[in-house]
């Protein structure tokens, strides 16, 4: 846990610093190509003679930018349907079943056309990626708004006319805010993947703004001569997801009372 602590605050560090912590123009091309790491390239350059260290740090604002947008737009979206959905029976069973469409589609397929739909750029990946984020959020709290809403201290508050907008919000919400947030968690890590991926296929970020896929989709090619392209980006964002993990995973733990003695 602590590890997992260190290391996604040294990634939000270096994305929030990586304008000052990158030594050269990111966008840059030169003749140095496929150069391997050294004193004067860190990281190495890539096959147009980018240098892959500053890139790699550019690259993680994007990357962590799509994945907390993505996080709180799918929560806040999922727990406002979710809080209806759950209330309103007459509304559960129309707005499920739009849900249950969408969940029948694998994540990265309906991402990816979505995307063909919008085309790419930054914001539309951050759209396709918060629409199937928003369903899986709605299918978790809807759960538990069902079984809220047949609780004593909300059909207390039903009896002396609290109106629902204030049971829903003030009530009900709060109550499930402990399950959201680890389901968040796992959330980021998904997104921060689900763009990696999105972008490797070139049909995520434009390949002039980096971001870790697209910096690991540009080395692909060149595996064999230059596999320094591809192994650091790829070192960041397995590490950083990893983090986000172990951080979800324990958070889960300490939030459960059964699980709560085996926090560490």
Request: aromatic fraction near 12%; glycine fraction near 8%; avoid cysteine.
């Amino acid at each position: 846990m602590v590890f997992a602590m260190i290391v996604l605050t040294l990634v939000l560090l270096i994305a929030i610093f990586s304008p000052w912590l990158a030594r050269t123009d990111y966008s840059r091309t030169t003749t140095d190509l496929r150069l391997p790491p050294s004193a004067e390239h860190w990281f190495g350059t890539d096959n147009f003679g980018r240098d892959v260290f500053d890139r790699v740090l550019v690259g993680s604002r994007i990357s962590l930018w799509v994945g907390f947008w993505v996080t709180a737009v799918s929560v806040v979206f999922g727990l406002i349907i979710a809080l209806f959905a759950g209330y309103f029976r007459w509304l559960d069973h129309v707005l499920m079943r739009f849900i249950d469409g969408l969940l029948a589609f694998p994540t990265i397929l309906l991402a990816l056309a979505l995307i063909a739909l919008l085309g790419s750029s930054v914001n539309n990946v951050i759209i396709a990626l918060s629409v199937t984020g928003t369903a899986s959020k709605v299918r978790l709290v809807r759960g538990q708004v069902l079984s809220l809403r047949e609780q004593q201290f909300v059909e207390a508050a039903r009896a002396v006319g609290v109106p629902v907008w204030r049971i829903l919000f003030m009530h009900i919400a709060p109550n499930t805010f402990g399950v959201l947030m680890v389901q968040a968690t796992f959330t980021l890590a998904s997104a921060i993947l689900a763009e990696a991926s999105l972008s490797f296929l070139g049909l995520g970020v434009p390949e002039y703004i980096p971001t870790w896929g697209n910096i690991v989709a540009t080395g692909q090619g060149y595996v064999q001569v230059a596999f320094w392209i591809s192994l650091f980006p790829g070192i960041f964002l397995t590490l950083t997801v990893l983090a986000v993990v172990i951080i979800g995973d324990n958070l889960r733990d300490y939030l459960d009372p059964r699980l709560r003695g085996t926090f560490s």
